[in-house]
């Protein structure tokens, strides 16, 4: 059973995950209507889109199956993008990680890969999950790329799975860490976390 699924923040080197608020909409509208963020996603187009994005986000943390994050930069101090933890299955011992999307002025900086990381570390090693789970958009190459580079195993499609903005029916690639693979994702994760340059390739993952 997960124990303590309550807002939390997280802290590296590069970024500190903090609980979203609903105060917070101002911020995540002044880096998060850029279209480039929502090639995929369903896009937030407008500051009433964000408003909307974050009482649903804290509606689920109330019902108790999500942790909502507000994104920060510890460069800079400012949030960057939003991130949470979802689908939470408490008897089951299993969570979602998705929701994520990032300004584009931090891709490829290490900040993704760090948050990743420390959310994973989190689950695993604070909640006691038995599995992690990922899934996209199957046409979102960038984004499945992202998924399998953290270690996580791809393990099918739903077709059919949703309905997207356009109409069009989205197939969804599923994917997962499980516990007792966590030690070798932590350590491929730290790996790519002390390279020169950081040059991240998990821009988006959703």
């Keep these: 059973m997960i124990r303590n699924v ?41 500051r009433s889109d964000v408003e909307r994005y974050v009482n649903t986000a804290l509606q689920w943390q109330a019902a108790g199956t999500a942790i909502p994050f507000v994104t920060v930069s510890r460069t800079t101090g400012k949030i960057v993008g939003s991130t949470r933890f979802a689908a939470i299955d408490r008897e089951n011992r299993r969570a979602e990680i998705g929701w994520t999307w990032l300004s584009p002025s931090c891709w490829r900086t290490g900040i993704n890969t760090e948050a990743k990381l420390l959310m994973l570390r989190h689950a695993f090693q604070t909640w006691g999950c038995r599995r992690v789970e990922f899934k996209t958009d199957s046409l979102n190459d960038r984004s499945r790329t992202a998924i399998a580079r953290l270690g996580a195993s791809f393990e099918g499609i ?49």
């Design 158 to 206: 739903l077709r059919n799975h949703m309905v997207t903005p356009t109409e069009r029916m989205r197939h969804t690639a599923y994917y997962s860490i499980l516990d007792d693979e966590w030690p070798d994702v932590e350590r491929r994760l730290l790996s790519f976390l002390a390279r020169p340059g950081r040059d991240e390739k998990t821009e988006e993952l959703s």
């Design 6 to 46: 309550e807002p939390v923040v997280l802290e590296g080197e590069l970024v500190r995950l903090a609980p979203l608020r609903a105060e917070h909409v101002d911020d995540l509208a002044g880096v998060g209507l850029d279209p480039r963020i929502w090639t995929w996603g369903h896009p937030l187009a407008d």
